[in-house]
């Protein structure tokens, strides 16, 4: 079949007001298919009914919903994913429980378009028609129908169905285009087997595309599995995207293993949740107002989860009211931030409200803890607000922009926008060295930056005879809820800064003096003095010691400082020089290449007077370093190569 855009009809109202006739007399195909549906004569599961229309520019399907008070939640399942309503009043019985059940529903799904039906005018007369159409009008005012178009029809004569499929067709091309984050997502609303091909599921592609051969994950559960084939409007396709009724041929899944209120969708995308903070409107309607901690049934997707209520900041909602709450689940489902819900209190079973989910994955929270509120108010608000939120509540975690962009539920360029500009105001700070870029809110980043300075200051609290700190210990430190990248940024700026400096592989506290130790002092100039008296002819290090008589324990911690702090050189194992006799050393080595253009081992031993083990200690220590470099058994000045 062509590629066509798909507009999405629900179908709404109560029982026996004709909804399965309608949608048969509209398309020529019966939506109920199950024996036991033609036994009863009513809808018990979804049907989806495809309107064939050659000369339409979009394919119009039909998800028709089960009308009895049973059955809701299978109506919420279907309705989830429209682009617009048909509801359905029996001109004979008017608006009955279900209708005004199924319209609330609608509603709170945030459905945008639609029409009215008035079935079984045929029974009527025309005073009655012109009587219900009034209470109809009426009843949807205020809402997205109070201008939508009230059609009388018969199914059963034909009467006004050609209207009623010319007013579909124009809601249809008012249906625009869904916004696409370009990440494949399919709540499931149905699970079959087909003889020959083996598990199916179908639902409406919320996002993305799919192909055949793809490899999928079916989520809470994070089953992985292959798209072996795929259907759009029942006829084999090589892909289907955003907004089209698609069913999926899965290869290594059994039946048995899958339901509706599952998700497929691309792996690695989606993250199994027993948490949603979310804005939440009670019906006007509902019987009573919601308290704290009440048990409820939780419609999101196609799913429905049992939870409990946690309200931010109140301890009720009266009916007609809002409020910021956190859904406590009884078992994982996904979410995304943006996806309407709906809830229905626990017993008696009626829809109580709903909502739009603002974080998919969220802590628990203090339910009267300052900020909590306002943090998700930004989450329900625009680009730049939910951006900046996501990644504050990241604290130092830096993101991509794909990583937003999947939290959030949006598409890629709005969050690429979104991020420009908070990089632009300093709200946010580029972690570069890495692709893609990551980024981390200016918050994290302070914290970050003085976790890093308080580190340094109670190592020398410890230490406070230390010059400087190993850059290793600050690095095991930082790296236990940071990263290297993130680390190298943050300590440029303060050394940039003035607040920290580095040298050679320590890091030290600006405008820092050591405390001097007078025992401690004293036997580092008894250590650096027996190693500045030999000058070229270096002692062994434990000859020092057994000289001055001191213990490894006392002898190590003071040699080691000098080598830090750069009064001693360790050219070699065993070859420890003092740093005056290195500079003596770097000077005869200068001036015999000024000589010779290059200087070997021999001869700096006959110049400085030494044993062949230092003077080749000390050019392979100059090498080391960059100030000479050897040309077969010769050494030649780094910057003298040429």
């Known amino acids: 079949m062509p590629d066509l855009d798909h507009v ?6 109560h029982i026996d007001h004709g909804k399965s006739t309608l949608v048969r007399a509209l398309t020529g195909t019966d939506p109920d298919t199950l024996p036991e549906e033609k036994a009863r004569g009513m809808t018990i599961e979804l049907g989806f009914v495809f309107l064939d229309d050659p000369a339409y520019p979009k394919q119009m399907v039909f998800i028709d919903v089960p009308g009895h008070e049973k059955f809701v939640r299978t109506m919420a399942a279907g309705a989830s994913n429209i682009d617009a309503a048909l509801l359905v009043v029996a001109a004979d019985e008017g608006v009955a429980v279900q209708t005004r059940e199924h319209f609330d529903i609608l509603k709170l799904l945030d ?12 029974l009527v007369d025309e005073a009655r028609l012109a009587e219900l159409t009034a209470a109809v009008r009426h009843f949807v005012r205020g809402s997205f129908l109070a201008e939508a178009p009230i059609l009388p029809v018969s199914a059963l004569t034909g009467a006004g169905v050609p209207d009623l499929k010319a007013a579909l067709r124009a809601i249809g091309l008012r249906v625009g285009p869904r916004p696409d984050s370009g990440v494949f997502r399919m709540p499931i609303d149905r699970v079959f087997t087909m003889h020959g091909f083996g598990t199916v599921v179908a639902g409406t592609i919320l996002a993305g595309t799919v192909r055949t051969g793809d490899r999928i994950a079916i989520y809470p559960e994070g089953l992985e599995t292959r798209v072996r084939g795929l259907q759009v409007h029942g006829s084999k396709a090589d892909h289907s995207a955003i907004g089209r009724r698609t069913a999926l041929n899965l290869q290594d899944i059994a039946k048995e293993d899958l339901r509706r209120g599952q998700v497929a969708a691309a792996i690695g995308t989606l993250s199994p949740t027993a948490r949603l903070d979310a804005r939440l409107d009670v019906l006007a309607s509902a019987p009573r107002e919601i308290k704290h901690r009440d048990r409820v049934r939780l419609h999101v997707g196609t799913d429905e989860v049992m939870a409990r209520l946690a309200i931010i900041g109140a301890q009720a909602v009266p009916p007609g009211a809002s409020a910021a709450v ?12 943006g996806d309407r819900f709906v809830i229905r209190s626990f017993s008696p079973i009626v829809t109580i409200g709903g909502g739009r989910v603002l974080d998919a994955a969220p802590e628990k929270h203090k339910r009267f803890g300052g900020g909590v509120l306002e943090g998700l108010e930004k989450l329900g608000g625009s680009s730049r607000d939910a951006v900046e939120q996501m990644a504050a509540q990241a604290g130092g975690r830096p993101q991509t922009v794909r990583e937003i962009a999947r939290k959030l539920g949006r598409g890629e360029p709005e969050v690429a926008a979104a991020v420009a500009a908070l990089v632009a105001d300093s709200s ?48 095991a430190d930082f790296l236990e809820t940071g990263d290297a990248a993130t680390l190298k940024v943050v300590l440029d700026v303060l050394v940039a800064g003035g607040v ?13 003096e050591p405390k001097v130790d007078p025992i401690q002092a004293g036997l580092r100039s008894l250590v650096e003095g027996a190693f500045r008296t030999a000058r070229f002819s270096a002692p062994l290090e434990d000859e020092v010691r057994t000289k001055l008589g001191l213990n490894p324990s006392v002898f190590n911690p003071v040699l080691n400082g000098l080598l830090r702090s750069g009064d001693l050189v360790r050219l070699a194992p065993k070859v420890i020089y003092h740093r005056e006799a290195l500079e003596a050393a770097r000077a005869a080595v200068s001036g015999l290449v000024e000589r010779h253009g290059s200087v070997t081992i021999a001869e700096l031993r006959d110049r400085l007077g030494l044993s062949r083990k230092y003077a080749q200690a000390i050019l392979e220590y100059f090498d080391k370093t960059g100030f000479t470099k050897r040309v077969e058994d010769r050494h030649v000045l780094v910057n003298r190569t040429a």
């Open 111 to 122: 459905i945008k378009l639609g029409l009215i039906a008035l079935t079984k005018c045929d």
């Open 8 to 13: 999405i009809i629900g179908t709404a109202g």
């Open 428 to 475: 946010l700070v580029a972690i570069p060295g890495e692709k893609p870029e990551r980024y981390l809110h200016r918050t994290g980043y302070a914290s970050l930056s003085d976790r890093l300075v308080a580190a340094v200051r109670a190592y020398f609290e410890k230490n406070p005879a230390r010059p400087t700190m190993p850059f290793s210990d600050i690095r």
């Open 500 to 512: 920290l400096f580095r040298k050679d592989a320590e890091v030290g506290l600006a405008g820092r």
């Open 326 to 337: 956190q859904l406590v689940l009884e078992r994982p489902t996904v979410a995304l931030p």
